[in-house]
């Protein structure tokens, strides 16, 4: 198919799903771009704008009203109050997260919507332009996405897109209340440990106005975030991984007591003892990961056999 007969058929899939999305904006001080934000999104054809908006001192919620969408002011405050204020809210059988700082195209929400009948959420696996993203940020994604990859068990291309679509009924199932982290990383590990997910490339544009986000601080969050979400939906790997890295010591230990004890020296008592701790922590590790697994394949049989039924109940 021709690259001009694709996005004809895009367009043409977009205008008969449309009215099926939500696109919710989350908002803190966004003057400079929300009125441009929500310009564009009208102009690809979605009606349905919500924004949420955490507090503003600024004009914020005086531009988004006068651009005659729904502006509610969130519970609570951060980003995880407002994605679940949305989420109360919505009315759709889709929503559409993506910031209110012009760093998303509009456009590309048919392109998540191509998706959504195959999966539970689709992720916009951005694409910087030049100046939209610095060496630091390109280096910190990869390796963030590579982490929650291993720990997830997953091939995810990018794990921090701002910009994602979910199914409304699933995403009300999600708990997002698992503590003071990143939301989008909350919501990505369920849906990866619960649901499906897909990917879809889309642009990623320079941020209008000043950015809110400390580099490193931002970062670390991620990272916590998915150690502690893997503990809760992916002990498979959490606990296999750490298993792994304790029974390297332990070995070792073990080899280097041997060597001494057949070289006549001295036998090592402490150590011995050392090495065996490490290797029933390692045991008791793999064991942990033994049951996980067989009651997530249990848990994923009976999921599909719920989907089939209700497919077939349609």
Not at 4 to 21: E, F, I
Not at 254 to 279: D, K, N, Q
Request: hydrophobic share 40%; with cysteine; charged share 25%.
């Amino acid at each position: 198919m021709t690259s001009h007969g694709r996005v004809r058929r895009l367009r043409t899939t977009g205008l008969l799903k449309r009215y099926s999305v939500t696109a919710v904006l989350p908002t803190k001080n966004e003057e400079e771009a929300i009125g441009s934000t929500i310009d564009e999104i009208h102009s690809c054809g979605y009606r349905e704008v919500l924004v949420v908006d955490g507090n503003s001192t600024d004009r914020t919620v005086q531009i988004a009203s006068g651009k005659g969408v729904r502006v509610v002011q969130q519970t609570g405050k951060g980003k995880r109050d407002a994605v679940v204020t949305a989420l109360g809210l919505v009315n759709t059988r889709y929503c559409v997260f993506m910031d209110a700082d012009m760093t998303y195209d509009a456009h590309d929400i048919d392109l998540l919507l191509e998706r959504a009948k195959e999966a539970d959420q689709v992720v916009g696996i951005r694409r910087p332009q030049p100046g939209a993203m610095n060496g630091i940020h390109k280096f910190g994604n990869r390796l963030l996405t590579r982490v929650y990859n291993l720990l997830f068990g997953t091939r995810l291309s990018d794990v921090l897109s701002g910009m994602y679509l979910l199914d409304t009924e699933f995403a009300r199932t999600l708990d997002l209340n698992l503590g003071e982290f990143t939301v989008e990383q909350e919501i990505l590990a369920q849906s990866t440990a619960m649901g499906r997910v897909e990917e879809v490339l889309i642009s990623y544009r320079k941020r209008v106005g000043p950015s809110k986000v400390h580099t490193w601080s931002q970062g670390f969050k991620d990272l916590v975030t998915m150690l502690s979400i893997a503990r809760r939906y992916s002990p498979v790997v959490l606990f296999g991984l750490v298993s792994s890295l304790v029974i390297i010591p332990a070995a070792a230990i073990l080899v280097w007591i041997l060597y001494e004890a057949l070289a006549g020296r001295i036998f090592h008592e402490g150590y011995a003892t050392l090495s065996l701790l490490l290797f029933l922590v390692a045991a008791q590790g793999f064991t942990v990961s033994t049951i996980s697994l067989s009651m997530k394949l249990t848990l994923r049989q009976f999921e599909r056999r719920l989907r089939r039924d209700w497919q077939n109940a349609k």
